[in-house]
């Protein structure tokens, strides 16, 4: 005799997979978009990580961050390889930062700023990954300039946009 057993969902476990998936969907479009430099990507999932945060608070943003890294790695075979640990340590330390910038005053701190905030923090735990881990070596320093403006540019962008969608939604 097989026995079934029914995990249990609540509406809420519902919405973090939504708003994982929509994730998933801008990473696998993301990892289509050749990058000029590896290493170098817009970062469009985190538009969904920095909604879902002003909506629903960090502990979904983290679910759903952490969902999309985990899928992610699984769909591109990269699952415990060096690119997992990159990205899971950019997400982990995003979300640590955006965690500590949320309770910044709102009247001069929003997306925009939590998107460049998250920006850095996901480069400074990446390189960390790099420097301890891949290449312990001091050369790699010379890469932060073009990562901090990367991570300046499109925390920016990504921040911008998340702002538009959020003031969209309330406005219908």
Do not use: C
């Not at 999932?45 to 909506?55: C, G, H």
């Not at 983290?62 to 640990?85: K, T």
């Amino acid at each position: 005799m097989t026995r079934t057993i029914k995990l249990e969902t609540s509406p809420e476990d519902h919405h973090i997979a939504k708003m994982a998936a929509i994730a998933f969907g801008l990473t696998v479009l993301e990892n289509a978009i050749p990058s000029p430099l590896p290493g170098v990507k817009p970062g469009l999932a985190n538009i969904v990580t920095l909604i879902v945060l002003a909506r629903y608070g960090w502990r979904v943003a983290a679910w759903v961050s952490l969902l999309r890294v985990l899928a992610g790695s699984l769909l591109f075979g990269n699952f415990l390889a060096p690119g997992f640990f990159l990205g899971l340590s950019g997400a982990v330390s995003s979300l640590f930062m955006l965690g500590l910038v949320q309770h910044l005053p709102q009247r001069w701190f929003g997306a925009v700023t939590h998107s460049i905030f998250a920006a850095f923090a996901h480069i400074a735990g990446q390189m960390m990954v790099v420097y301890f881990w891949l290449i312990p070596h001091a050369g790699i320093s010379y890469l932060i300039p073009i990562f901090a403006t990367a991570a300046l540019v499109f925390g920016t962008i990504n921040g911008l946009i998340a702002t538009r969608f959020m003031s969209n939604a309330e406005n219908h």
